[in-house]
T-cell receptor, first 114, second 115 residues
Framework: AQSVSQHNHHVILSEAASLELGCNYSYGGTVNLFWYVQYPGQHLQLLLKYFSGDPLVKGIKGFEAEFIKSKFSFNLRKPSVQWSDTAEYFCAVNAGSSASKIIFGSGTRLSIRP | SQTIHQWPATLVQPVGSPLSLECTVEGTSNPNLYWYRQAAGRGLQLLFYSVGIGQISSEVPQNLSASRPQDRQFILSSKKLLLSDSGFYLC??????????????FGEGSRLTVL
């Protein structure tokens, strides 16, 4: 069965630090990959997505992610975090025999110290 | 523009009682529809998804069921709730066909407490 793993459950950083959140998936075929963010008290919203082409994708608010097919990974990065980046981040995969099935990871809570 | 409505927002039900959570989408046709359960530290668990009227895919064997009686309506039900059904339920939709972007749009969520 397909799965998505986010090994960092809670990350605490100071402002201006660099961020990398891990995401690994298990599926051998073509995948579409997503990162969603949930700010406190708000809906989940899309940060960025990968369908095909350049494996380095850029999203909103200075976030980017790199798809490494050989490692089944899609890690999220940001060079310099801000206090407003405090949120929960979810990796998601669209894979399988049914392209409509979308599976999420367990999420990573990011806390930024001002 | 497209909107998604989910209700009720909060529900407190006794064990063994039935459940019905409703979700409707406006402003789009033939969306893909989803029910997820969100639990702290466990992410979003996919429960059901649907690509069309009457077409339901179940991901987790349990006492919940889903139905799609109309194109833009998705209902999550149970005949007899268990304590373990407590949680935060999210409905989501995604465009299909020519307007497909892959992005999921989420409803406000329904907080279910089973006592």
């Amino acid at each position: 069965a397909q799965s998505v793993s986010q090994h960092n459950h809670h990350v605490i950083l100071s402002e201006a630090a660099s961020l990398e959140l891990g995401c690994n998936y298990s599926y051998g075929g073509t995948v579409n990959l997503f990162w969603y963010v949930q700010y406190p008290g708000q809906h989940l919203q899309l940060l960025l997505k990968y369908f095909s082409g350049d494996p380095l994708v850029k999203g909103i608010k200075g976030f980017e992610a790199e798809f490494i097919k050989s490692k089944f990974s899609f890690n999220l990065r940001k060079p310099s975090v801000q206090w407003s980046d405090t949120a929960e981040y979810f990796c998601a995969v669209n894979a399988g025999s049914s392209a409509s099935k979308i599976i999420f990871g367990s999420g990573t809570r990011l806390s930024i110290r001002p | 523009s497209q909107t998604i409505h989910q209700w009720p927002a909060t529900l407190v039900q006794p064990v063994g009682s039935p459940l019905s959570l409703e979700c409707t989408v406006e402003g789009t046709s033939n969306p893909n529809l989803y029910w997820y359960r969100q639990a702290a530290g466990r992410g979003l668990q996919l429960l059901f998804y649907s690509v069309g009227i009457g077409q339901i895919s179940s991901e987790v064997p349990q006492n919940l069921s889903a139905s799609r009686p109309q194109d833009r309506q998705f209902i999550l039900s149970s005949k007899k709730l268990l304590l373990s059904d407590s949680g935060f339920y999210l409905c989501a939709w995604r465009a299909s066909g020519r307007v497909y972007t892959g992005e999921l749009f989420f409803g406000e969520g329904s907080r279910l407490t089973v006592l």
